[in-house]
């Protein structure tokens, strides 16, 4: 048996690119999908012409809508989990969402058929804090979107995957996951 722990917004689902979405219909602003999967910056406002502060605050008003409407998991995301505890690993959720939103997450995780332990989901805490839970639970696999977090792990006995996005793509030190399909067979 092993432990794998899973970023959930942008790692096993869609966020970035459902906020995409949720933003063109409440700016009535076409952008091209293309330029979305060009970014280079987890960031998305730009793309709407909106300054950093305009940014954060039209995530802010749209947070709820985000993260709890019909945000498309990844192909393959949920069947890989699911077949993992199939398998008889334990599934640790670790994410950075506002502790505000951490138990309705959860709940969302579990109408979405994701299996969720209460004691296996941790939220509330910045990316930079990540570093703690994950080291303490020992994790023998860790899948992130944002080198950043797993930059603080590489000296641990965790192995680090990497969920594919425009802008992560220049940092090649971790295994890449493009295709949660090819998870199982080409990872463990």
């Known amino acids: 048996m092993m432990k794998f722990g899973f970023d959930i917004d942008d790692t096993l689902i869609r966020l970035r690119e459902h906020a995409f979405h949720i933003y063109q219909r409440k ?35 749209s947070l709820e809508e985000i993260y709890f409407t019909d945000c498309p998991i990844y192909p393959g995301a949920l069947e890989t989990v699911l077949q993992l ?71 641990t006995n965790t192995k680090l995957l990497i969920k594919d996005q425009s802008y992560n793509r220049n940092k090649k030190s971790f295994a890449r996951i493009i295709d949660w399909h090819d998870f199982l067979q080409n990872k463990l």
Do not use: C
């Open 27 to 61: 700016l009535n602003q076409q952008v091209d999908i293309e330029k979305f999967h060009q970014l280079e910056r987890v960031e998305i406002h730009e793309l709407f012409s909106l300054n950093e502060q305009e940014g954060k605050q039209m995530w802010e008003d």
């Open 85 to 155: 505890e199939e398998l008889g690993h334990e599934i640790y959720y670790i994410t950075a969402r506002p502790k505000l939103h951490g138990e309705q997450t959860k709940a969302w995780l579990r109408q979405n058929e994701f299996p969720v332990l209460d004691s296996h989901f941790f939220y509330g805490m910045k990316d930079n804090e990540k570093m703690e839970i994950i080291q303490g639970l020992d994790l023998d696999y860790y899948v992130d979107d944002k080198p950043t977090v797993l930059d603080t792990l590489t000296k």
